[in-house]
């Protein structure tokens, strides 16, 4: 289907006879960071009704249980999807695990960038935390220490770390978020800049293949199943699932809300939509004004 050719329908309903489970973003499409957007539970409640699997999958720097504690607290049940899978669980295994010579090599010293709310990632990993860039160390970033800061505040110790040759795990792709109306940068944004300083980084999550293949396996359903997307970020959730073969719904009232010109549930100019997904380089099946049935 060509960008130009992008169905905007009411919701989700029309689809999922064609589909085994749901691949599911969270933040911007079931919740803004501090409460559940409207509907978005009672969509969650048809979906199991239909007996389709939902897997949760957020680039959210935490492990999957914190995100579960999180959405509990919010008022989005655990019995409403099937798991959660986070790009903070992906880079904890992976510093656990330690599968490749690239992560072996990194060490134990490790400098984290990021705020006192993602501690979490360092239970249970053999990591001594240091306070400046070092030599031999590298960098665990989960995003900006405060909501209010922009990249430009993180020049000099991005620049003394890779100064350093310090290589960095970056446990959360995006760019920026949207908590509770506020745009704010994530732990990619700082990833993209310490790129462009000429240090190594890996990050985890949205948009690489891998991730789509994990959630597979956390549904329990075969290598054949049909599984759909449903994200709100062109960079992240609708690019990842066309890497991973996988067809994507865009919603519109997410990150992409400002640039399309849209409040909460509006229905998109098809034109300025297609305009967009052209512009991304993304192919999307369909999108919605909001996650709704």
């Known amino acids: ?70 959405m509990d607290q919010i008022g989005i049940p655990r019995m409403l999807y099937t798991d959660v899978l986070s790009s903070g669980e992906l880079a904890w295994r992976a510093l656990k695990d330690r599968p490749d010579d690239w992560l072996k090599g990194l060490g134990q010293r490790c400098l984290h960038i990021g705020p006192e709310r993602d501690r979490g990632l360092f239970d249970g990993l053999d990591l001594a935390q240091i306070a400046a860039p070092e030599p031999g160390s590298f960098i665990l970033n989960t995003g900006p220490w405060r909501d209010e800061e922009t990249v430009e505040d993180y020049e000099d110790v991005l620049a003394a770390s890779a100064a350093a040759g310090m290589a960095m795990i970056c446990a959360n792709p995006d760019m920026e978020v949207i ?8 732990a990619g944004a700082l990833a993209a800049r310490y790129q462009e300083l000429g240090g190594q980084v890996r990050s985890y999550g949205k948009p690489y293949a891998e991730t789509y293949e994990a959630c597979l396996r956390l549904m329990n359903l075969g290598p054949d199943a049909r599984l759909l997307a449903i994200g709100d ?56 004004p909001a996650f709704h049935w």
Do not use: Q
Request: charged share 20%; aromatic share 4%; proline share 6%.
């Open 1 to 70: 289907m060509s960008a130009f050719e992008i169905p905007i329908l009411p919701g989700i309903a029309s689809l999922m006879e064609r589909y085994d489970g749901v691949i599911l973003d969270l933040w911007g499409v079931v919740h803004d960071g501090k409460t559940p957007y409207p509907g978005a539970t009672a969509t969650l409640a048809r979906l199991s009704e239909a007996a389709k699997p939902v897997v949760m999958l957020s680039n959210a720097p935490r492990r999957a249980d914190a995100v579960m504690e999180g």
């Open 233 to 288: 970020s062109l960079a992240t959730d609708i690019r990842g699932a066309n890497v991973a073969g996988i067809d994507a719904v865009l919603v519109t009232s997410g990150i992409h809300a400002r640039e399309l010109g849209l409040s909460f549930g509006e229905k998109p100019d098809p034109e300025g939509l297609a305009a967009v997904a052209l512009k991304a380089g993304v192919t999307i099946a369909a999108a919605i």
């Open 179 to 186: 908590r509770g109306g506020v745009r704010i940068i994530c």
